[in-house]
Structure formats: structure tokens, C-alpha cells
């Protein structure tokens, strides 16, 4: 059964805290993607990457920086955390970028 | 920039009842996905659709790829309460000459609520 891991279900940081989101996935895909999902806006794609040590900026990817240095490992950096990136956070891995998606079960931050 | 517009963003129906949620863009896409979520989940894949006018069924819902494939719709009959969740269409994106090409495209998702 292929799987996207997620370190944590649910984070709470303070304010200016550096925050990691932890992703793995065991299918051996090359692309990884960060989404955030917040009511009303959907899934917004903050950072993907195509290849080991390989990042593309998605559409919303100020505040965030992301991390590849392993094939099944996609992290997720929040510099200095603040409370409008309280949100959920989905990583999702595919065999090309544009087909099915495998999500993670999702990481709620919070920040306060 | 491809966009895909779902409606209706909001579904609150009785168990037993039928019902469709669309996926409309004037662009064309190489595939369409359906992903359902529940709550505090992550989206999971319910289907693909590739080709034209395809349709493809699972179980109660029914899928189906706009001949032009610039559209999709999911039907379900005989709504259940296990149906409930939010429902995403996806779309994989296709160059000028109808070439698969680029990231997926999300939809806004359809907040589906089936009561007992």
C-alpha cells in the first residue's frame, strides 16, 4: 500500500519559532509537493520539487523555504512562523508532475 | 494559468438522494482526478479519467471526462452518510498541442453533507 507520512498531525509554535514539516513517501516518486489548505481558498501549492536537491516556487512560497536532500524526504521550512501561516499543511508525492497525487494525512499548525 | 471551477461549493442533502458535482474550465486537460477528503484527513484519489467522454464507476458514483475534456462531473446515487467529505477535481495540464504538461490544477472543492 503506497504511503506519504507526515511527521505530526497537529503542531502548535509561537510566533517567530523556525518550524519544520517533515514529509516521507515510499513509492519512490521523484515529485513532492507542499500544499496549505485553508477554507475558501482551497489547496494552494507553496513549494514542489522534481528531483533530489531540485525546489520550484509554487504560487504562495513567501515565508517558506523547502529542503530535498533525499529522494523520499521533502521538508518544509517555516523561517519565522507567524499566525497567518496557521493552517493545514498537505505534502503529496507523484510518478510525473501532473498525475495522480498521493497526499499525506495532513499536519494542522498552529501558530500562536 | 489553467483554472478548474467546481460547483456547487456547498451540497447539504438527505440520505437516499442523488446528486452531481461539476468540474468546468476552458482549458483542456491531459487527465481529470477525484480526490474525496474527511475531516483532519489528507485528499484521497477516487478516480482518473483520461480519454474523452469517458466514464467510469465505483460503486455508487459515477465519473465521467467531458468529450472536449475540459470537464468532468461525479454523480452519486443513493447518498449515504459515509459520502459526506469534501470532494476535489484535479486536473493535469496540457501544453498548445494537447500535450501533457505542468502541475495539477485544483479545484475549490464541494463540501458534501449527507444526513441521516
Known amino acids: 500500500d503506497v504511503k506519504v507520512t507526515q511527521s505530526s498531525r497537529y503542531l502548535v509554535k509561537r510566533t517567530g519559532e523556525k518550524v519544520f514539516l517533515e514529509c516521507v513517501q515510499d513509492?519512490?516518486?521523484?515529485?513532492m509537493f507542499w500544499y496549505r489548505q485553508d477554507p475558501g481558498l482551497g489547496l494552494r501549492l507553496i513549494y514542489f520539487?522534481?528531483?533530489?536537491?531540485?525546489?520550484e516556487k509554487g504560487d504562495i512560497p513567501e515565508g517558506y523555504s523547502v529542503s530535498r536532500e533525499k529522494k523520499e524526504r521533502f521538508s518544509l521550512i517555516l523561517e519565522s512562523a507567524s499566525t497567518n501561516q496557521t493552517s493545514m499543511y498537505l505534502c503529496?508525492?507523484?510518478?510525473?508532475?501532473?498525475?495522480?497525487?498521493?497526499f499525506g494525512q495532513g499536519t494542522r499548525l498552529t501558530v500562536v | 494559468t489553467q483554472l478548474l471551477e467546481q460547483s456547487p461549493q456547498f451540497l447539504s442533502i438527505q440520505e437516499g438522494e442523488n446528486l452531481t458535482v461539476y468540474c468546468n474550465s476552458s482549458?483542456?486537460?491531459?487527465?481529470l482526478q477525484w480526490y474525496r477528503q474527511e475531516p483532519g484527513e489528507g485528499p484521497v484519489l477516487l478516480v482518473t479519467?483520461?480519454?474523452?467522454?469517458e466514464v467510469k464507476k465505483l460503486k455508487r458514483l459515477t465519473f465521467q471526462f467531458g468529450d472536449a475534456r475540459k470537464d468532468s462531473s461525479l454523480h452519486i446515487t443513493a447518498a449515504q452518510p459515509g459520502d459526506t467529505g469534501l470532494y476535489l477535481c484535479?486536473?493535469?495540464?496540457?501544453?498548445?498541442?494537447?500535450?501533457?504538461?505542468?502541475?495539477?490544477?485544483f479545484g475549490q472543492g464541494t463540501i458534501l453533507t449527507v444526513h441521516p
Open positions: 503529496a508525492s507523484s510518478f510525473t508532475l501532473n498525475t495522480e497525487a498521493f
Open positions: 513509492m519512490d516518486h521523484e515529485n
Open positions: 520539487s522534481y528531483d533530489v536537491k531540485m525546489k
Open positions: 482549458s483542456v486537460f491531459s487527465s
Open positions: 479519467v483520461v480519454t474523452g467522454g
Open positions: 484535479a486536473g493535469g495540464g496540457t501544453d498548445a498541442g494537447g500535450t501533457s504538461y505542468g502541475k495539477l490544477t
